[in-house]
Structure formats: C-alpha cells, structure tokens
C-alpha cells in the first residue's frame, strides 16, 4: 500500500484546554497551561505521520489496529517523559508521581471526584474538621467539576435510578452493548474516598490533607476485562477504512471510557484522536474542551454529539 500523505496541517487550535488544566486563577499562569497545546500538536503531527507510514505496510484490518496500539503505546511514553521531567502539579493534590503515566490500569479501579472540589479554588485553605479545602478564589477547574457535579446528580433523577451506582452502557458499532464506566454518590462514594485514602497511604504518601469531606460523587472507571473490550474496539474501528465521522465519535469516546494508565490518559487520548482523525478522515472533528468530562459523566448520546 503507499502511505496516505495527509494535506491539513494538525496545530495547536486542535486542542482547545481542558478546563480542569486550570487550576490557577492567575492569568499568566493558565497561559503557561494553554501552551501545552504546543506540545499535543507536535506529538500529534509526529503520530499521524508514523501510522501513515506502519498503515502504508499493513494488509489488513488487523494489521492497522496493530499499528493504532503500537502509536497509542508510544504516546504513553511521550506523557510520561513530559510528566518525568515536570517540576511537580499544579495546586492542591497528592504528591506528583510521574511512575503512575506508564502504570497501567489493572485491579484497581481508577476514580475521579466531581462536583465541589475545594482543593481546586486558587489559595483554598484545609480545614481539618470537615476535611475540605475551603476559600481562595475560583478557577475554571473548580467551575467545570461544579457543573458536571451538577450533571450527574441530574442523570440519576432523569434516569430514574434510586441506588448510589448509575452504570453507563457503551453500544459500539457492530450493536454489542459493554459496561463502561459508573457514576457513584451516597454512601458508595463514602467507601470510595475510604478506599482511595488507604490505597494512597499504602504508598507511602501523606494523606492527612486529602480531601474526602462534602458530600463526594466519583466516575469510576469500568471493569478491567470491559476496558479492554471497549479500548480493543476503539482501535478495530478506527482501523476500519471505511471510518465516518460518526464511528470516529463512537471510536472517540471508547477511548475515553478506557484509560490505560493511572494518568496522564486524557491527554494521550486527545492526542491519539487527532492524530488518527487527521490521517483516516483528512482533519479531526472538532475535539471539545471538556472532552473527557464529557464523556466520564453525560453517557454516549451527549458525549458523542460533534
């Protein structure tokens, strides 16, 4: 086959900031975080062109979804390398470990809280009595996580589920319907931060200011075995070559519904979408700035609309 020569230039518009990237209300700050977008273009025009090439060698569907895996797998190794060489995190949070961008995830479910999260408002102070971060001024971060709080407390009344645990439901393209990832409140999500606290101390890691008051919600991601299932099928769809924008959506979210590592997955993801988009459709659909809460928190229908 010969190698498909793309003719749109990938830049840094394809990669509008995640509002939960901005956790500082300082203006020169949250431009140091908007160039980071610098860095996902580069990466993204140097994946796009080293697919074209592993794609020009392949002879079947197969062989291009190996070649997806093998470009997601190095831009795995692309985040960890920037977060190795970072000097730390932005704001209030557990100690930067850059080990946790290459490691994957495997038994342990990965969570993520949403809603009011103090530790987000710039110069929060910690309050010991109802262990949360309270004060200090607000920030896009603490906003988004705000209204996709809001969001998912809304999907358990529209939804009609009464419980602490609504289930999202991936239908991929061939009609085969998989578990993705939970949204969890009540009492659960209680668990949750018990959990989340004694895995974190277990590496050695002060926990004393982890934020586990209020009244938490968590996304949590899906079952392992169900994360490969929705990761291997991103990858068959995006190594079909008849790919529509409309699968691209499909394939899209699948990749956000499964994370392969402990961080760092959304930027890759983002990166990695456009990157195929660029070369299979001829530009990427336009990739929302909040893509990932999108799809962690508003189920397939919302999350998949361009």
């Known amino acids: 086959m010969s190698r498909s020569v793309p003719t749109t230039s990938i830049t840094p518009s394809h990669f509008p900031t995640s509002p939960l990237a901005f ?58 390398d920037l977060a190795a060489a970072a000097a730390g995190r932005l704001g209030q949070g557990i100690a930067h470990t850059p080990q946790r961008f290459r490691t994957p995830i495997a038994a342990n479910t990965n969570y ?6 103090g530790r987000l408002r710039d110069g929060a102070e ?24 809001q969001a998912a407390e809304s999907r358990f009344a529209v939804e009609y589920v009464s419980g602490d645990v609504l289930q999202n439901w991936v239908t991929l393209p061939d009609g085969r319907r998989i578990p993705g990832n939970r ?3 009540g009492e659960a999500a209680q668990g949750i931060a018990e959990e989340l606290t004694a895995r974190v101390a277990a590496r050695g890691i002060d926990v004393s200011r982890m ?20 990761f291997a099928a991103a990858l068959e769809t995006l190594a079909d070559p008849g790919l529509t924008p409309e699968t691209y959506l499909t394939a899209r979210y699948c990749l956000f519904q499964a994370p392969q590592t402990k961080k760092g997955s959304d930027a890759v993801s983002r990166t990695f979408a456009v990157a195929v988009g660029a070369l299979a459709l001829g530009d990427a659909p336009a990739l ?12 397939q229908t919302a999350a998949c609309c361009p």
């Not at 080293?50 to 020009?56: F, G, K, S, V």
């Open 183 to 185: 949204i969890v409140r």
């Open 126 to 149: 910690w309050n010991p009595d109802t262990r949360t971060y309270a004060g200090g001024r607000t920030t896009p971060a603490y906003e988004a996580m705000v209204r996709y709080g």
């Open 211 to 230: 934020e586990t008051g209020g009244t938490p919600i968590y996304t949590a991601t899906p079952a392992p075995q169900d994360n490969q299932v929705l």
């Open 23 to 80: 956790r500082s209300a300082d203006a020169d700050q949250q431009a140091r975080v908007r160039a980071f977008a610098d860095k996902q273009a580069a990466a993204a025009t140097a994946a796009r062109d080293r697919l074209a090439d592993l794609w020009a060698a392949a002879t079947t569907r197969a062989d291009r979804a190996t070649a997806l895996r093998t470009v997601h797998t190095e831009l795995v190794a692309w985040r960890y």
């Open 288 to 299: 929302p700035a909040d893509i990932d809460l999108r799809c962690y928190v508003l189920g």
């Open 112 to 117: 993520d809280r949403v809603g009011a999260v």
